[in-house]
């Protein structure tokens, strides 16, 4: 009981901070809707840039909300925002395209957030659960700048099945299955980050969000070759989920971000790696040499 009423209070002063009194009505009546309505029921909620989101009732979207809306979690500081913007403007002017990925998008709301603060961006959902992704395609229409992919992030190619952790809510957590498995209702492709920006070849990847429940060991390989691009990465690690330990060692090894800029952000790590433009392009010329060449 203690701890439900602890849990009630952090709610409401969470929404105090962000709408002052008027947050008050408003946690209430998201936190009777979480709890009280029929499982599957939609309501509206404000969001960013003056536009509305759909959320789904006994869904983890509630959670999800309060952490990215309300929270502003993945909200980055002027200057760190500012740096994105500089990141974004040497890519186009090499005759490339930022690319923000949302790994583990959920109902897309970090999607929506990305677009609207960069839109000279594009922006790559990649959610493997169908009833979020539905979600998030509803919650980002009329962004031109927003992509969906129906994978999880993943070390290879291939198909994953489900260890369920929530799935009523759409929390999951993968494993890889041999092609002859049966295929599930909720199996998923598995598509590594390397292989997302092969399908992009004139991408340039400026920043990475992921909140993939446990998968980061597999989607941060240390050989992977997106490394080199070098991205602002925003993770959630799940060290904590059986099984799952030392899921950042692949970008612990990498040289670019050990002295990197790490913040702790509520359940999550905004980590920068120091900015240094003659690093960027990765040995690449840009597009308009390589085509003259």
């Not at 109902?107 to 594009?122: E, H, K, N, T, Y």
Request: net charge neutral; aromatic share 8%.
């Amino acid at each position: 009981m203690v701890r439900w009423v602890a849990a009630g209070l952090g709610w409401l002063a969470d929404y105090m901070r962000w709408k002052g009194a008027l947050g008050v009505p408003l946690a209430l009546w998201h936190a009777g809707f979480c709890f009280l309505a029929p499982r599957g029921r939609r309501i509206r909620a404000p969001a960013f840039g003056g536009r509305t989101v759909r959320l789904r009732a006994r869904a983890s979207d509630l959670r999800v909300y309060r952490k990215i809306v309300v929270q502003r979690e993945y909200e980055l500081s002027p200057d760190r925002a500012d740096a994105v913007d500089r990141r974004c403007a040497r890519a186009h002017a090499a005759g490339r395209r930022p690319l923000i990925i949302d790994a583990g998008g959920n109902v897309g709301l970090f999607s929506l957030q990305a677009a609207l603060r960069w839109p000279q961006a594009d922006i790559l959902c990649v959610e493997p659960h169908r009833g979020n992704l539905a979600m998030a395609r509803r919650n980002c229409t009329g962004l031109r700048n927003v992509r969906f992919r129906d994978a999880a992030l993943w070390s290879a190619p291939g198909r994953l099945q489900p260890e369920d952790i929530d799935a009523a809510e759409g929390a999951f957590a993968y494993r890889a299955v041999d092609e002859e498995s049966p295929a599930g209702d909720v199996s998923a492709e598995a598509v590594t980050i390397d292989a997302l920006l092969a399908e992009r070849p004139d991408a340039e990847l400026v920043m990475i969000k992921m909140d993939i429940e446990g998968a980061e060991a597999e989607a941060l390989t240390p050989e992977a070759d997106f490394w080199r691009h070098r991205p602002v990465i925003l993770i959630e690690p799940h060290d904590f989920l059986p099984g799952r330990t030392a899921t950042l060692r692949g970008l612990l090894a990498q040289e670019d971000f050990r002295d990197a800029d790490w913040e702790i952000r509520g359940e999550g790590l905004l980590i920068f790696p120091t900015e240094r433009p003659e690093r960027e392009l990765h040995g690449r010329a840009p597009l308009a040499i390589a085509a003259a060449s």
